[in-house]
DNA sequence: GTAAGCCTACCAACTGGCCGGTAGACCAGC
DNA sequence: GCTGGTCTACCGGCCAGTTGGTAGGCTTAC
């Protein structure tokens, strides 16, 4: 009855399904139980693969985040500030498209991580800001962008971006590209008409 | 031992810590044995205000949201819709500082409420969602905001915003207004220099 | 034969929740 | 000023159900 896998692929169709299940129901409400039965497999052949649930969590985790590193030093090396802000921010919205189901599992249970992973998981999502940052301080020196505090302005298109997990559904109105594409417009331009820029900036409350 | 307190500062006491303990350890992590223990009481006594652990995930959503509602309902109707979304992007960004520690719970365990409960937020966040939206369309209307897609920037703006509970921490180095400030500028004026503006967006891939 | 892959059967531990009961404050009637 | 009734606030003790995890054995492929 049960198909016969060999062993690689069977472990990725667990994490897969798992993925799945951990975006529909939460971490702690998807029991081994229902992941065995959704993989086709009972419980305990589960241990066999993971030798417990948190660390098929990690193992989700580390895909997303070594995905995202690797696209983002190849962004890092090459290309105009311009062009690699570009870059970053596709990749980032692209993620809801590249792994669907999972990125709601990547921002809201980093913290049911065991503590290891979850520091091995820090340092590259704070590599990941420093290659943001990189990509504007570069852009102020040369002459492309306009930023008065750079982390912050990180932050701001970080959570811009990250915030898509949110709402935007692969297959729906808009594509991760053309959302990006207004996003990036929107940051390089902003939505201030001249005359609220003459009014409101210029002679505004910031220091 | 035990303090008597009137019901319904107990009460209150019980949302207080209950939001900690979620903030900290995450809701399926916290125990009602925990709870109690943290509030000074017996677990059983916690069934005599709460008839059970999902009302209490509850009750913190809806403190937030209806606070959120009843913020935007002012902001709504009077003022310029550069001052209404600049109000908005306050009280957002200012949520960090007025409910520490239950933001989190707000975004993270919207999925664990009951399905009763989780439809009647989602009816608040989308009214909340419409003021945000009209706000900009009404700028566009008078000549104050250049928008191309009035839907799409209410989100950015919200990812923005609503991002900063992942990195804002009340007693930092930056206040909520000083933050809400800054973001109210990167919106109006955006981060591109005139030079890259008029290369990138005039001339751009953008249709 | 041996090892990878999978299963049956089982369990210890935990957790939300319930039930019956108690202490004390307050009130009414006599 | 005593009695009985009622209400709030709280607790000890208990339990049914669930869950992650394990021990050990069968089977198929090579």
Redesign the pocket.
């Known amino acids: 009855m ?1 198909d ?4 690689v692929s ?1 472990r990725a169709q667990i994490i897969d399904v798992a993925a799945r299940l951990f975006e529909q129901h939460g971490y702690h409400e ?4 229902m992941l065995a039965q959704e993989v086709g ?5 589960l ?2 693969y993971f ?4 660390l098929i969590l990690v193992d989700i985790h580390e895909e997303m985040i070594d995905h995202l590193l690797e696209q983002a030093r190849l962004r890092d090396s090459a290309g105009s500030p311009v062009d690699r802000l570009r870059g970053i921010i596709a990749d980032l919205v692209g993620l809801m498209e590249l792994f669907p189901g999972r990125l709601r599992i990547f921002f809201e249970h980093y913290r049911e991580l065991p503590t290891d992973q979850q520091k091995a998981i820090q340092v590259k999502r704070d590599e990941y800001h420093g290659v943001l940052v990189a990509a504007l301080r570069d852009g102020v020196a040369a002459g492309r962008f306009d930023v008065a505090d750079v982390e912050l302005t990180a932050l701001a298109v970080l959570g811009m971006c990250n915030w898509t997990y949110q709402w935007l559904r692969p297959g729906g109105a808009l594509s991760a590209a053309q959302v990006a594409d207004h996003f990036m417009e929107l940051l390089l331009s902003g939505i201030g008409s001249p005359q609220t820029l003459r009014t409101e900036v210029s002679g505004g409350a910031l220091g």
Chains 1, 2 share one sequence.
């Open positions: 049960a016969r896998t060999d062993g069977r998807t029991t081994m139980e497999v009972k419980k305990a052949s241990y066999y030798s417990n649930k948190d």
